[in-house]
């Protein structure tokens, strides 16, 4: 269904032959004009609900709509099966084991069966001292040191994963 239409244009339309006027139709025009707002949120949310009508729990989909969530520019954010390389460990200390990249969960969260890992890239960015102020050590070089994604961010990939997955699959969201 088509909700977009021209409020003015229908106000004029209904008005019977021998009210039209210009002042009646401008009055009613500027009687109801407090309905345009309103018609612009409700033609938002049918946008929005349209798009979120269109997501399903395909990888390709899902991956999009992270990328087009949380990182539009460089579309960093992929998800993998979870393979017999994935490591799992239950406490904050990193263990290194060859090349293996371990995914460090709280306690609470871990399970000994997942299913897909969502990989979402570390930011490295300078530390500052003041306002766009990079520290400079030596050579005027800044120290970058690595900024893991606030907690924020990453709850708020989990939900929309955790809204849009199948049932019953377990995942992961490790910081690469």
């Known amino acids: 269904m088509k909700y977009n239409f021209d409020l003015p244009k229908l106000i004029i339309q209904y008005i019977s032959l021998a009210l039209r006027e210009p002042k009646f139709s401008t009055f009613l025009i500027v009687l109801l004009s407090p309905l345009n707002p309103i018609l612009a949120n409700f033609l938002l949310f049918v946008a929005n609900t349209k798009v979120e009508l269109m997501q399903n729990g395909q990888v390709v989909r899902l991956e999009n709509l992270l990328n087009d969530t949380f990182d539009n520019d460089l579309r960093r954010i992929s998800i993998t099966d979870a393979n017999a390389d994935l490591l799992i460990i239950g406490n904050t200390n990193p263990i290194m084991i060859g090349n293996i990249n371990p995914v460090i ?44 994604p606030p907690d924020g961010l990453i709850n708020k990939i989990k939900r929309v994963v955790q809204k849009y997955k199948i049932s019953g699959k377990s995942f992961v969201v490790q910081e690469i």
């Open 105 to 148: 969960v709280p306690y609470g969260d871990t399970d000994s069966t997942v299913d897909f890992v969502v990989k979402v890239p570390i930011q490295e960015q300078p530390f500052l001292i003041g306002e766009n102020v990079p520290l400079i050590i030596g050579n005027t070089i800044p120290l970058i040191l690595k900024d893991t």
